[in-house]
Each structure stands twice: as C-alpha cells, then as structure tokens.
C-alpha cells in the first residue's frame, strides 16, 4: 500500500519540502520515501510505502510515475510486453505499469486490471496524468491553482500545504444529507477535487482534459443455459479471489454474512488459499426487535454452517458494541475524511478489523459490490428485463417473477416506469417520497443550494434503474477509496473486493436479463454458482440479512453522549447552516420508549447523518479550535 503526493509549480523550482510535508500529514509512520523531481518545471513526485516500491522511471527520464496499486491479470500484460517469465518475475506494479507507459503512452491505463491512483508526469508532452480504477478502490485528491498543482491520495496531504482552501464543500454536504450519490469531481473539502473511479484527467499548463478509462460492454452475452452463465461467473469470481490473495502470508481474513456476495467471496477464498481463512460475522448485541418483513437480523448461524464447510477457515462471531461509540467520530471522521452515514454499521466494521489484526491478518477481502455485479438480479433488475424483452415478452415471464419472490405491486410498479412519460413519474415520487424520506428532514432547507439539491433529489429517486450507466452508478458512486485507505492507515489491513474487479463486472453487465429470474428464482445465477459451495440453506433464504437489526437499542444507551455531541456542533455556526439543529434537538427531546421496536428510521438516517455531519463540518471549519478532532 502507498500514499502518493504530487507537487507542480509552473514557475519553476523545487518542491522536494512540499512532498515530504504532503506524505508526512497522510502516513507519518511510513517507513520509506522515495522523492523524484524534473527541477527544470518545478516538478516533485513522492510516495510513501510499505513493501514494494510505488515510484518508477521510463523513456530515459521522460517518465516519471507514482503509484498506489495491485495491477492484477499481470500475466495478460507481461504476454503482451513480451517478457519472458524471468524477466517479469520481480517486477513490481509500478515497474510493469512503467513498461507499459512506455510502450502504449498514456492509453496504457486502459489496459489496467485492478485497485489503483497514479500520477504519471510525461516531461515530453508536460503533462500530469492523474487515473484511478473503475470503481476508486484507491483514492487520488487534486488542487489546480493557475501557477500550480498539487495531487495526494488523501485530502490531508493537501491540507499539508498553506496555499491550499480550509473548509468544508457546503453544496456537497447538503447533497449527502439528502442521501444524493456522490457525481462530479467535488469532495467534502472545499477546493480540493478527486479524481472520479474509471477517470483518466490529464492536466497541462493549458487546462485539463478527462475521459474513462474503460467502456463497459454492451452485448449481451448469449448462454446456451443458466449452467453455463453460473459457470462463467464462477471463473470470473475464482479469478479476482486469487488475484487478491497476492500479500496475505500465512492468514486471510474476509468478512461472511448469510448472503450470497460474501459467501461467493469467503467460500472461493477458502477453496484456493494454502494458508488458514478466518471469517469475520457481525452479529447483534442486544436482544432483536420484530424486524421489517422478508429480513433477519442475526447472520451468524448461517455463516457458521458455511464455513463449517472447509477444514481451513475458521469463524469467528463479532458482536456489535453495546452502546453506539459517538466518541469514535473524534478519529473516524479525519481517518476517513467523509462524514459515515452509516455509523451503526462502522462500529461493528471497526470491532472486524480489530480482532484482524490480533489475528495477524494483512488481507482483508470484502464483497461491497456484489449487489450491482455478482447478485444483481432481484427486484432492481425487473426494469432492464422490461428494456430488454419489452411488454409483450413480459407476460410468459410474470409467473417466474412471482416464483422468484417478487411482489405483483413491485412489478405493476416498473411497469408503470417505462409506461409513464418521465415527467410524471418524477412527481409521483416526489409526492410519495419526499415526505417521508427521513434524511431531507434534517437539512436545512433555508441554506443556499439546499432547493437545487431537492430538485435533484427528486429527480434521483425517479430515475430509470435499467440502464447501464445506473447500475455503473451503483459501483462508481460509492468511492470506497478514502475509507479503505484509511483502515489500512489505522490497522494496516489491506481491504480487497473482488466483486469490484473489473472482469466480473464486465461479465456481470453482460448477463441477459432473464437470466437473473431463470428457474423462478432471484439472482438466478450466483446461486447456480454457489451451489455445492455454501449450504442449501443459504442459498434457499429468501429473506435478507440485516447488519446492525439492534441499532436503535445501540444508540438509546449512547443517548447522553449524542446529546453531548448536538451541544457542541450546535455551537458551530457553519454546520448550523446545512443542517436543521432544531429539529436534531427535537429528535433528541422526544425519544421513543421502549416499544419502539426497530427504531424510527428519523434516527438513523436523520439524527446520526446530522449529527456526524455537523461534526464533520465543525472539525473542518477554518475557525475550528485547536484539538477538537
């Protein structure tokens, strides 16, 4: 793992200082850092790293590249530069990504299989590139001044330097508090950009230019059955496992709920790694409330019986804290440099990766895409079958829906989808939404931007879930980077998602509608895939997991610290701008008693969201005092 820090100043001069304050304010135990420079423009490149060496030189000087990253398929890559075995065998990424810079130019990142941020300077054409992988495993953050340009993997190495804004992105953080996916180049800091996942930006004394760096596959592919198709899925799968398992040592670890992502993922693991697996389970701590219809809340059982599957893994149940730890946020939120919208969530997440590293885990894998690529295909997907067959072809295939657990109101609803004109649909979501959306009554609806971002809003929940591009949206949208980054910076766990890797995805997004439903059966072929792999019981629960069912019950025992915590970001005059402190106070002041069940959903995604938001915003106030983070 390495972070990355860029320095550019057009004037010239050396920058070698900057770098060194960038790195130090993103990593300050990393022990090596390598410096490079093109003094003749001001140029500095600088990483900080552990294990193999993230800075690499080409074309005689003219190349200069920084590297965070896990190219994998490196052996399609070695085949096409024409290595032979030895010369590949201790070449490192940012060694074999050089190569391929210096055969194909800048388009070589096109070529690039895996988790990656890089900064590429090219002093023939005086240009930056600035890249990151489909789906922004690895994050990469810019500031371009008009004499200068500073790149870091984490908006804190930027922050290492005076010339940079302090604050926080107020449009930005109104959208989040809306529950509005992150789109553009924007981030939660004020004057800092990221590079978007599967974005390719080159900037130049000139300007700047971007453009992906991949484009998705839209043919569909044509199985002769679903056995074929959950044969093909299986390889692909198989695949990204084994190319994750690069750097574990003796010991992997992966998170195993009772679902069909992390089963995939855990169970592949366990098949193909030599050493010992160790799954990880959340499980609740309190005693569980009745639950909405079709979820469970205690996963444990289920991934015990999978993992009792396979001699080498050993399972292992995490019980979420008693009482939501609100006091975390002091570290969290600089860690991770967003504000968590999920805090119940996080707080079992950090007891995982707590108990990894006493097990001396390095590798972590996780399955957090599997939703949009390996089981896509429950209610979401009824849209694109629509596209994809159109009404007429509908009709055989609504028994197989029904069979495959699919409310008559949710497919009367999609159909209604495609024949409504997109206007009307937008207002008969606003009407029904709106109102009850839980997260819109904590944002200030008086601040500036606040009515764009409703409109948007609005136009969000009305949009079509069938294309392409909404279901690249769901893989992109999340930018997992900065939040990885971190928990390597903090337990030094590498988190790796092979539901991510972009040769499933590219077979995922190919995958004929249909075929999710086929046999009357949701998401058709991953549990095809699965089957001799995890236990029948697995695969036939039609209920989902819920992660974190005892939420509620976690935050009514750390009510006085949440109390505690609206005092002190009420005082913040910035974070009284975007969110709505009175009705936070009210929430507070009228707490359900205890046959509140489950919990009042105004609390988790309107209390919690405002008030790590508001703290968010404090700590990153140009005014904060000092040692409040």
Known sequence: MTVLAVHWDRRGGAGAANCEAMLRAQWPRAAVRSVAADGAIGLDVATAEAGAAGLAHGAGGRLILAADARIDGRADLVRQLGLDAAQSRDLGDAALMMLCFEKWGAEAVDAFVGDYALALWDGGSGSLLLARDISGQRPLHFHA????????????????????????????????????????????????????????????????????????????????????????????????????????????????????????????????????????????????????????????????????????????????????????????????????????????????????????????????????????????????????????????????????????????????????????????????????????????????????????????????????????????????????????????????????????????????????FSGGQSRAPIRAALRGRVPESVLGEGRRGLQAADWFAMLTAARPEAAALLDDVAGCEAAGRLVDMAKLRRLLDEWPGPDAGFGPLAYRFGLLRGLSAGHFVRINSPDAPAGID
Request: positive net charge; glycine residues 10%.
């Open 145 to 516: 001044a008009s004499h200068r340009v500073a790149a870091a993997s984490m908006a804190k190495g930027l922050h290492a330097l005076d010339w940079i804004p302090r604050g926080v992105h107020e449009r930005r953080m109104l959208e989040t508090l809306a529950g509005l996916p992150h789109e553009g180049s924007s981030t939660f800091f004020r004057g800092i950009e990221r590079v978007e996942p599967g974005q390719a930006l080159t900037l130049t004394a000139g300007g700047r230019s971007a453009r992906a760096v991949w484009v998705p596959p839209r043919t569909p592919l044509r199985f002769s059955s679903l056995g074929e198709c959950a044969e093909a899925l299986r390889d692909a799968l198989d695949t990204a496992v084994a190319d994750r398992l690069r750097g574990a040592g003796a010991v992997l670890g992966t998170h195993l709920s009772a679902g069909l992502d992390s089963s995939a993922v855990a169970t592949s693991a366990a098949r193909q790694f030599g050493g010992r697996v160790v799954a990880f389970t959340a499980v609740p701590s309190h005693p569980l409330p009745p639950l909405p219809d079709g979820r469970f809340g205690d996963e444990g059982d289920y991934a015990a019986e999978t993992a009792s599957l396979y001699p080498n893994m050993a399972h292992r149940r995490i019980a979420a804290p008693a009482r939501l730890p609100l006091e975390d946020l002091a570290w969290q939120l600089p860690l991770f440099e967003r504000p968590d919208l999920n805090l119940p969530n996080l707080a079992w997440s950090n007891r995982i990766n707590d108990a990894a590293v006493a097990e001396g885990i390095r590798v972590m894998l996780v399955a957090t895409t599997g939703n949009a690529t390996i089981s896509y295909g429950g209610a979401e997907a009824i849209e694109a079958l629509l596209v994809d067959v159109g009404m007429a072809g509908m009709l055989p295939l609504l028994a197989q829906l029904r069979r495959a657990g699919i409310p008559v109101r949710t497919i009367l609803g999609q159909v209604a989808r495609r024949l409504l004109p997109a206007g009307a649909v937008a207002g008969i979501e606003r009407l029904r939404r709106r109102p009850s959306d839980p997260r819109l009554g904590v944002l200030n609806l008086s601040a500036p931007g606040a009515a764009a971002v409703l409109a948007r809003h609005d136009t969000a929940v009305a949009a079509s879930e069938a294309s392409i591009p909404q279901r690249l949206g769901m893989i992109g949208r999340p930018d997992p980077g900065t939040y990885a980054k971190g928990v390597y910076l903090h337990w030094g766990l590498e988190l790796c998602d092979p539901t991510a890797d972009r040769r499933v995805v590219d077979l995922c997004l190919q995958m004929p509608p249909a075929l999710h």
